[in-house]
């Protein structure tokens, strides 16, 4: 829905926005979020689930949690109204070349030295899969993240599984290694910042495609 209206929070805070155009998001899952045209794909205010919406005269929208915390949205004036079944979420799709890299990289894991051998493929933890999890020559653990251009936000999502990872004392200690075909200055910089390891991957040498560029030796 798109409204002009104003949005009050009560719980272990209290928030106000004043009267404007807004939209308004409902989903099937419960939870209820308010836009403005403005903060990417970021609310100004919102209700997660497990929530329920009652609606009075006004009309006055009242989203209540378990814990008691209300989100109140008064409406002024409705600009549009749509409701749409979006279905089942068939889930994120890879890049076909990041996920034939990951297929290859853990076909051929010694391309990240001699010794190393593989754990598994999309390695499950709390936060996500890590696209390969591998020991090295002494057999400490090293987890792998794949790129096709390796900037900062996946130095980021490798950091963070390092830091989960290593909270496990069967898996400690927990090294990273941030493969890419390319990999943006900024985002090696803070990788090795962090003693994170970053590998430039040859998508042709790892399909056994001979290169067709001149070569000295």
């Known amino acids: 829905m798109i ?9 272990r805070l209290t928030a106000h926005l004043p009267m404007a155009n807004r939209l308004l998001l409902v989903k099937s899952d419960g939870s209820v979020s308010v836009h403005s045209d ?16 009652t609606e009075a005269d006004g009309p006055v929208w009242t989203v ?4 008691g915390e209300q989100l109140v949205i008064t409406i002024e004036e409705v600009l549009h109204d749509s409701s749409h079944e ?14 034939h890299l990951q297929e290859l990289l853990a076909e051929h894991i010694t391309t990240l030295g001699d010794g ?15 696209d390969i999890l591998c020991r090295d020559h002494v057999g ?5 993240e794949i790129k096709r251009r390796g900037e900062i936000d996946g130095v980021e999502q490798l950091t963070r599984y390092v830091e989960l990872l290593n909270r496990d004392p069967l898996l400690a200690p927990v ?7 390319q990999i943006k200055p900024q985002a ?3 990788a090795e910042d962090r003693g994170i390891r970053c590998v430039t991957l040859d998508y042709d040498s790892l399909r056994g495609i001979e290169t067709t560029e001149f070569r000295l030796f």
Do not use: H
């Open 175 to 181: 090294q990273g290694v941030f493969a890419a075909q």
């Open 38 to 53: 403005d903060r990417a794909y970021k609310p100004l205010n919102w209700m997660s689930p497990p929530c329920w919406l």
């Open 64 to 67: 209540q949690n378990k814990a």
């Open 86 to 99: 979006l279905g089942a979420e068939p889930g994120l799709v890879k890049d076909g070349v990041e996920a």
């Open 188 to 190: 090696r910089t803070l």
């Open 140 to 144: 400490a653990t090293v987890a792998v």
């Open 3 to 11: 409204a002009r209206c104003q949005v009050d929070y009560a719980g």
């Open 116 to 130: 190393y051998s593989l754990v598994r493929r999309e390695y499950p933890t709390a936060i996500g899969p890590v």
